[in-house]
């Protein structure tokens, strides 16, 4: 047993050095644990599916944080929490279409648009098909879309759906009026507020 004071020795300077961490090291390391256990588990956990004549409509809130996270990395939670401050009254939706089939939903057959045109729509034109819907009853328009574009790679359309204004503990329920395919008005209403952390 001549190692015993070796170890101690080794846990008496193991203990002193988390000692002397400061308030701002250990929130760092937290925040830094926060962001990845949530990457680790999965960040989109609000999903709401609605099928009409084929096409599967999937609405996913999505916290704004993911984005934050994905283009600054862990490395600085501070900074990602800071921007969090600045921009917590927006909205992220992710909005995805899928054919039963995995068919290219833009195909004239579904969209009675040529494929040029349905393209350019879902690009272009189909913010206004959508509208967030606060429980106080407050409307918002979009304010933007960005269409993913896979190239027929993978076999559904997806978009990310920018909404602001809204404040951040209100739940909300996505209203979409389908004019690219013609299913009428879909609703996803989500019991949740958006992931706070």
Known sequence: ???????????????????????????????????FNLERTGWKSMSISQNFSNISYTATLVPIQYYMVKNEGLENP????????????????????????RDDLLKS?????????????MAFF?????????????????SGVTF?????????KRLLLHFGNIPENEQLQL????????????KFKFKETPLKL
């Not at 057959?109 to 729509?121: F, G, I, M, T």
């Open 1 to 35: 047993m001549k190692s015993s004071p070796t170890i101690l020795l080794i846990i008496l300077v193991v203990l002193i050095s988390n000692g002397c961490k400061t308030n701002t090291d250990l929130g760092k390391t937290y925040e830094s644990y926060k962001f």
């Open 78 to 101: 501070s900074r990602i929490d800071s921007m969090y401050q600045a921009h917590k009254t927006e909205r992220i939706i992710e909005m995805e279409f899928r054919h039963e089939s």
């Open 109 to 121: 057959q579904y969209s009675n648009l040529d494929y040029e045109s349905a393209v350019k729509y």
């Open 126 to 142: 189909i913010e206004k098909d959508f509208m967030a819907i606060t429980q106080s009853g407050d409307s918002i328009n979009c």
């Open 148 to 156: 993913e574009r896979n190239f027929k790679l993978a076999p559904f």
């Open 175 to 186: 209203v979409y009026q389908d004019g690219l395919f013609g299913n009428g008005i879909i």
